[in-house]
């Protein structure tokens, strides 16, 4: 868990870079609040103005574009080892007979992976495009407003992204593995990824993603452990770990110091 938010907050950090420096301690406080409000709103939204309420006023803006960033970067990432995973395992499930339409919706996979990718590394240019739009600068506020993330960062936040994906994984494993399941096989691992795909993707509430993680599991899982009960305590415990105590965290980190704009920054 250390490892995953302190990831997640370097990213936070490199983001905001080119806007002004943000400490390592204040960059874990200000994921650990992004969590607290995250929790009660459809696929943590909150998270958002959590992270916004931790930065100076005057770059909330610029700040609601790198958290975009941050989150996008992950996305991608789950979406791609998901999609990879569904290609390996796609001929099981389609018979022989349609083997054409499996190759089809390789194809289409791939384009979605690099239509995302692309989307990621000119989301920059996009957005300073779209904030020349009259209407859409009156409601930022600021006629002045560009963001220049240089490739190197984005590469840096998609790269640690990556990283954060595979503490996912490990994480899973091991819990897996303490309730006696069966993890350490290529397909095994290759389900999980889509185990995380599939709950990435599917709309709801943090608080009540804990019944749809696991669901997903048993779905998934199910025929390749025959242990719904090791897949739910597994599933029930990494969310304690990644949401509920973060979330407690966060929420101290709210209490105590609520009034961010007098930090020395």
Known sequence: ????????????????????????????KSVFAGVALGIFTPNRIGEFAGRLLTIPEQFRAEGLFSNALCSLAQFITTLSFGILALLIVLPEYIPTEYHIYS??????????????LLFYYRSTLILNRVSRIKWLRKLIN?????????????????LISIIRYVIFGLQYIIVLDYFDLPVFTFTFIVHIAIVYLTVTIVPSLALSKLGVREGVAILILGNLANNDLGLISATFILWIINIAIPGIIGSIVLLFESKWNSLKW
Do not use: D, Y
């Not at 990213?11 to 874990?28: D, E, G, I, P, Q």
């Not at 919706?105 to 384009?111: A, H, N, S």
């Not at 993330?149 to 936040?157: D, G, H, Q």
């Open 103 to 116: 190759q089809l919706m390789r194809g289409l996979c791939l384009i979605l992976i690099l239509v995302l």
């Open 1 to 28: 868990m250390p490892l995953n938010w302190l990831c997640e907050s370097k990213k936070w950090k490199l983001s905001l870079s080119h806007l002004f420096t943000l400490s390592n301690v204040h960059a874990l």
């Open 142 to 158: 600021k006629p002045e407003f560009q963001i220049n993330l240089p490739v190197s960062i984005l590469n840096r936040v998609l």
